[in-house]
T-cell receptor, first 114, second 111 residues
Framework: AQSVTQLDSQVPVFEEAPVELRCNYS??????LFWYVQYPNQGLQLLLK??????LVKGINGFEAEFNKSQTSFHLRKPSVHISDTAEYFC????????????FGRGTSLIVHP | NAGVTQTPKFQVLKTGQSMTLQCAQD?????MSWYRQDPGMGLRLIHY???????DQGEVPNGYNVSRSTTEDFPLRLLSAAPSQTSVYFC??????????FGSGTRLTVV
C-alpha cells in the first residue's frame, strides 16, 4: 500500500515570487509520482510525472519537481508564479503494473497575491 | 478529441432516489476509475476497472455500483442516494503508467 502526505494545506505567495509545494510519499515498492492541478470548478490536469530516469522532471506552465528517493519526497517548484497559478495542487503516487491506480494527497491550495 | 466526458454536470437528488452518472472516454484507455472529492479530503477512490468486464472496489465503495461492458463506458450507479453522497464526482481514464485523464466532474447534491 502507498500513501501521500502534502505537508501544507495552503500556501500564500506574492506574484513573481518562487514557490515550493511539498509532497512526501510512502511505499514498499518502486513508484510512479505525479502532480496534478485543479482550477476552480474544473477537473484535474496532469502537470508532470516521474516514471524513471532523471530525478528532475519538468512539466507544463514552468513547473518542475525533483524525486528524492532517500527522503521519499517529490516537491513541486516554480521560480516565479503568476496570478493564474492560483489553484489546488495534488500529489499522487502509483505502483508500476497492476491497476496503476494513483493514491492522492489531500491537496495544497496555492494562492497567488498581486 | 473529447477525452473523458461526464454527464450530467449538476444533479440534485432526493434521499432514496437512484441515478447513474455517465462516463465515456474516446482514447481507448484500458484503465478507468471513479473518485469523489470532498473539501479537505482530497480524492477518494470509489471503484475502478482494468478493462472491459473487470471492476474492483476502491476506498469508499459502499452505496455505489459500477459495470464495464465496453472499453469506452464506465457508469457509476447510486443505488439509494443519501446526504452523505453529496460530493463532486470525477471519472478518469489511463493507458497505464502515464497518468490519468480526468473528466470535468459531476456536482451532486442529495437533499
Amino acid at each position: 500500500a502507498q500513501s501521500v502526505t502534502q505537508l501544507d494545506s495552503q500556501v500564500p505567495v506574492f506574484e513573481e515570487a518562487p514557490v515550493e509545494l511539498r509532497c512526501n510519499y510512502s511505499s514498499s515498492v518502486s513508484v510512479y509520482l505525479f502532480w496534478y492541478v485543479q482550477y476552480p470548478n474544473q477537473g484535474l490536469q496532469l502537470l508532470l510525472k516521474y516514471l524513471s530516469g532523471s530525478t528532475l522532471v519538468k512539466g507544463i506552465n514552468g513547473f518542475e519537481a525533483e524525486f528524492n528517493k532517500s527522503q521519499t519526497s517529490f516537491h513541486l517548484r516554480k521560480p516565479s508564479v503568476h496570478i493564474s497559478d492560483t489553484a489546488e495542487y495534488f500529489c499522487a503516487v502509483s505502483a508500476p503494473g497492476g491497476s496503476y491506480i494513483p493514491t492522492f494527497g489531500r491537496g495544497t491550495s496555492l494562492i497567488v497575491h498581486p | 478529441n473529447a477525452g473523458v466526458t461526464q454527464t450530467p454536470k449538476f444533479q440534485v437528488l432526493k434521499t432514496g432516489q437512484s441515478m447513474t452518472l455517465q462516463c465515456a472516454q474516446d482514447m481507448n484507455h484500458e484503465y478507468m476509475s471513479w473518485y469523489r472529492q470532498d473539501p479537505g479530503m482530497g480524492l477518494r477512490l470509489i471503484h475502478y476497472s482494468v478493462g472491459a468486464g473487470i471492476t474492483d472496489q476502491g476506498e469508499v465503495p459502499n452505496g455505489y455500483n459500477v459495470s464495464r461492458s465496453t472499453t469506452e463506458d464506465f457508469p457509476l450507479r447510486l443505488l439509494s442516494a443519501a446526504p452523505s453522497q453529496t460530493s463532486v464526482y470525477f471519472c478518469a481514464s489511463s493507458s497505464g503508467g502515464e497518468g490519468y485523464t480526468f473528466g470535468s466532474g459531476t456536482r451532486l447534491t442529495v437533499v
